[in-house]
Structures are given as structure tokens and as C-alpha cells.
T-cell receptor, first 113, second 112 residues
Framework: NAGVTQTPKFRVLKTGQSMTLLCAQD?????MYWYRQDPGMGLRLIHY???????AKGEVPDGYNVSRLKKQNFLLGLESAAPSQTSVYFC????????????FGPGTRLTVL | TQLLEQSPQFLSIQEGENLTVYCNSS?????LQWYRQEPGEGPVLLVT?????EVKKLKRLTFQFGDARKDSSLHITAAQPGDTGLYLC????????????FGKGTLLTVNP
């Protein structure tokens, strides 16, 4: 049981480049989330999904897109990276009932030059 | 907009000391969670408190949910260097809300 995995772990991009972050979970969770974590700002929700084929905007969605084609995977895309997107990105998943206790991946550290 | 404020923001103590960190809001939550995040890793769930006034213990850690379900505290007895990390509280409103409201965290350093 790997839990929540994220790839890649580190990435450096130049302004304007694009990339996709992959999140995978093997716990059969319905809900999945993408957060970014910045010093002094805490965890901020970018996008989330309440089931396969569904996505919704969170607190800071601009500049990002997501897709959930398979229940176990949640992809976060940056179409044209900007230095303001330099951050640590975390994926999380949770069951569809209960207290929404979330299980987090190890994070992706992204630097945009 | 629901907000959770955590205090203190930073805490540096010596091994063996006791400490309490706080999580406060003006909003009512149906449940509240505490996570610990170690450097370079994702947050890990420690506990969920559900009932107003509830107290839960996890070894040397004691968690309390306020009677009005607007606040919570985490008390650590005889802190150890292994307790070092960022402690995050997160509130869940329940119902059709799919999201958690996270506080910004308390960064705890326990010096040997």
C-alpha cells in the first residue's frame, strides 16, 4: 500500500514552460485535492475533485488546470509557468464520507526561474 | 470565509518542557483535525476531534476540542526532539462541503 504518491519530487522550469504533476492514490478514495504551500501562507487549495471525471476550483486556481480521468489519478497542469508559481505542491485524498480526513503525498518542489 | 488562527506561529523549547499550541476560529466546525508535517514531507494526520469538549490523548500529546466547537488546543508533555515539526489544525464544516479549512500552523522546534 503506497498511499498517495507524487511525481516528480523536484522540478525547475523556465518562465513560460509547461508541465504536469501527477498524483496517484491506491486507497480507492473518492476525493482528491491539490494544494500549494508557501512560507507564511499555509496550505492553499488549488483545485479538487469529488469523483472520477469531476473537478472544481479551490482558493487559488488561476494558472492551473486539472484532470481526473481515472479515480486513482489526479493531474495538475501548468500551461505557462510563472515565477509566482514557485512553491511546494501537495496532493491529498480522502473518503467520501466521515470527517474528510486527508492523506497527503510527499510533495513536489517546483522552482520557476 | 472561515478562518483558523494558530498560535504561536513559532515555538522553540528545550527537551523535557511542556507546551500548548492553539487553534481558534469564529466559526463552528463539525470536526477538527490536527496534522504534523516534518521537513520535506507531507502533513500526516494525528487526530480528529468531533464532540464539543472532547479530549483525546495520543501518548504524550493531548488534544482538546472547545465546548462550542470553535477552537482546539494541543498540549505536549515532556517534549522530545522527535516532536519537532509544523503542527497544522484543519476544520471540517461537514454536510456537502468537500473542503478543509487549514490554519497556517505552529512551527515547533525541540532542542536536545
Amino acid at each position: 500500500n503506497a498511499g498517495v504518491t507524487q511525481t516528480p519530487k523536484f522540478r525547475v522550469l523556465k518562465t513560460g514552460q509547461s508541465m504536469t504533476l501527477l498524483c496517484a492514490q491506491d486507497m480507492n478514495h473518492e476525493y482528491m485535492y491539490w494544494y500549494r504551500q508557501d512560507p507564511g501562507m499555509g496550505l492553499r487549495l488549488i483545485h479538487y475533485s469529488v469523483g472520477e471525471g469531476t473537478t472544481a476550483k479551490g482558493e487559488v486556481p488561476d494558472g492551473y488546470n486539472v484532470s481526473r480521468l481515472k479515480k486513482q489519478n489526479f493531474l495538475l497542469g501548468l500551461e505557462s509557468a510563472a515565477p509566482s508559481q514557485t512553491s511546494v505542491y501537495f496532493c491529498a485524498s480522502s473518503f467520501h464520507r466521515g470527517y474528510n480526513e486527508q492523506f497527503f503525498g510527499p510533495g513536489t518542489r517546483l522552482t520557476v526561474l | 470565509t472561515q478562518l483558523l488562527e494558530q498560535s504561536p506561529q513559532f515555538l522553540s523549547i528545550q527537551e523535557g518542557e511542556n507546551l500548548t499550541v492553539y487553534c481558534n476560529s469564529s466559526s463552528v466546525f463539525s470536526s477538527l483535525q490536527w496534522y504534523r508535517q516534518e521537513p520535506g514531507e507531507g502533513p500526516v494526520l494525528l487526530v480528529t476531534v468531533v464532540t464539543g469538549g472532547e479530549v483525546k490523548k495520543l501518548k504524550r500529546l493531548t488534544f482538546q476540542f472547545g465546548d462550542a466547537r470553535k477552537d482546539s488546543s494541543l498540549h505536549i508533555t515532556a517534549a522530545q526532539p522527535g516532536d519537532t515539526g509544523l503542527y497544522l489544525c484543519a476544520g471540517f464544516s461537514g454536510g456537502s462541503n468537500y473542503k478543509l479549512t487549514f490554519g497556517k500552523g505552529t512551527l515547533l522546534t525541540v532542542n536536545p
